[in-house]
């Protein structure tokens, strides 16, 4: 089996462990992962031989822009502070307590290097948590925190990381200079996020076309990556305010066909590459374990401790951080989203899973030092670090559903429906609105002012049904009967359209490009 071989299995995979993940109640990322391991284990697979240095570039961009489209920035601000809680500080103090701990009792590990392991295993994953916590009905508040700690924290995992390498490269460390990278770095990096976000909404305007304007969608994170990383600033972090610039300044409202084109593109993109970036994991097993050799229990020992200490540093971060949010939220009565339970600070804790950040950094450690010398304890920071990897992805995304059932922890379904209603009163109201401003300027017939009024009022009910009394509920319901049988009616009129335009297709003389256009035709007339 070739490396092509292998990538396309790993695809097959990612579209397979979808399904089968909804069917058994376990998330995607871990079977994939699991499914890594098994073929991992099988003699014929071979090991994979992506370079290192690609694995981020790759892989983060897509992740992370597919994931930004599931929030706002108004989101972003008003969890500002749990999220600098979680993303920055927590990580600051994991990485700390992994690197004094590390650096005790791992012969030839020193402090550089320790600091090193313990940036890359401090931040959870942020394709994990989500795929995890979007599956099993969690409150929404939790998961916008998930979501908020998964994006940002990376971004100081990654800088942290790059400051600790080089200090074990070159042999020195200044705190004066590593503070200087940090704060380059992210100021780079939000100028090229605003200026790649700002000219890309202004092409996204000029081109028009659906299609394209879903292919620029798919360059942007990797520009936004690239250019940020060759001026020396985070690459995470310009995807990430590029994707938040894109989300807030949407060019076209109206522009329906572009937005489903878009949504439908990415939600393959994020299945696709979040498969292979999981199924990379398990088979990764190969290389790990020809690095013990002969060393396995000493090693799986000190696996085993930071393992223990990436957990147990959570929780206690966790349970004074979620006690002053609250305090904090209470005193300023903003409008932020907090665990409001030590249930749901449970779950938020368990739900720290690492996955594709750790393994790129893990693999991406030098060779060797600036003198020519081995970089220390590398093969020992590479197993330990895929010992957290696998037992918090496989042990926490395992046994996380049977949690959150345990705990009784649940979406706010009553308020969730509060907000429907609200959006849905608004949205009808807003056409209302808009067909008396239309009467006023236009004269329109009695029946089609009467029609328009009814489209009106169907545009909120049947969003929310719960707007309208039992009556006219009653009498929304016999027409939206009708409306179906209508629609049924038309669907299949037009699916003998389309299949006797697709028979054109083989008759003589018929030129397939026009038959394509008058397809797509058909097919956008079906859609609205």
């Known amino acids: 089996m070739d490396q092509l071989a292998l990538v396309l299995i790993l695809l097959l995979g990612a579209v397979l462990t979808v399904p089968l993940g909804e069917r058994f109640g376990l998330p995607a990322p871990v079977l994939m992962t699991l499914a890594g391991i098994g073929m991992a284990l099988l003699p014929f697979v071979p090991n994979v031989e992506i370079p290192p240095d690609y694995i981020l570039p790759l892989v983060l961009p897509p992740l992370l822009y597919a994931a930004v489209q599931r929030t706002s920035w108004r989101q972003f601000t008003a969890n500002i502070r749990p999220i600098l809680l979680l993303a920055v500080a927590l990580v600051f103090v994991t990485t700390a307590a992994v690197a004094a701990v590390a650096n005790s009792f791992v012969p030839g590990l020193p402090i550089a290097a320790a600091v090193a392991l313990g940036a890359l295993v401090a931040p959870p994953d942020p394709v994990a948590a989500t795929a995890v916590a979007g599956s099993l009905g969690l409150p929404r508040r939790l998961v916008s925190i998930l979501e908020g700690e998964g994006l940002f924290n990376d971004v100081t995992a990654i800088v942290l990381y790059h400051v600790a390498i080089t200090a074990a490269v070159s042999g020195s460390f200044s705190w004066p200079s590593a503070v200087g990278l940090l704060v380059l770095s992210a100021v780079v990096a939000v100028v090229v996020g605003l200026v790649l976000g700002w000219l890309t909404n202004k092409l996204m305007g000029l081109l028009g076309d659906a299609t394209l304007q879903t292919g620029l969608t798919l360059l942007v994170p990797f520009v936004s990556y690239v250019l940020a990383e060759e001026l020396h600033g985070s ?221 009106a009022f169907d545009i909120g009910a049947r969003i929310s049904p719960d707007l309208v009394d039992d009556e006219r509920r009653e009498r929304y319901a016999k027409r939206v009967d009708r409306w179906k049988a209508v629609q049924r009616i038309q669907r299949e009129m037009m699916s003998a359209a389309r299949h006797e335009v697709l028979a054109a297709r083989s008759e003589p003389g018929a030129d397939p490009e026009v038959v394509d256009r008058v397809l797509h035709h058909l097919d956008i007339r079906s859609l609205r």
């Not at 938040?244 to 066909?257: G, I, K």
């Not at 993109?269 to 190969?286: K, M, N, P, Q």
């Not at 950094?361 to 093969?379: C, N």
């Open 235 to 455: 690459g995470v972090l310009a995807v990430l305010v590029t994707a938040l610039y894109l989300a807030e300044n949407a060019v076209d409202a109206d522009d329906v066909l572009g937005r489903i084109t878009g949504q439908t593109f990415w939600q393959i993109v994020d299945t696709l590459v979040t498969g292979i970036a999981f199924g990379l994991i398990g088979l990764e097993l190969h290389n790990v374990f020809g690095i013990a050799s002969g060393r396995q229990w000493e090693m799986f020992g000190w696996g085993a401790a930071i393992v223990a200490v990436v957990v147990g540093v959570r929780l206690l971060w966790l349970l004074p951080a979620t006690w002053l949010a609250k305090r904090l939220h209470k005193l300023r009565d903003v409008d932020e989203e907090i665990p409001t339970t030590w249930r749901e600070t449970v779950v938020m804790w368990w739900s720290g899973m690492r996955g594709v950040a750790s393994v790129a950094l893990a693999l991406a450690i030098p060779l060797k030092t600036e003198d020519g010398s081995p970089f220390p304890a590398r093969d020992e920071i590479i197993f330990i670090a895929f010992c957290v990897i696998m037992a918090t992805l496989i042990a926490q995304g395992l046994t996380l559903p049977w949690l959150v059932r345990r705990l009784g922890v649940r979406a706010d379904a009553d308020k969730e429906r509060e907000l429907e209603r609200t959006l849905a009163l608004r949205a009808a109201k807003a056409a209302k609105r808009r067909l008396k401003e239309i009467e006023e300027v236009e004269e329109l017939p009695e029946d089609v002012t009467e029609r328009l009024q009814r489209g």
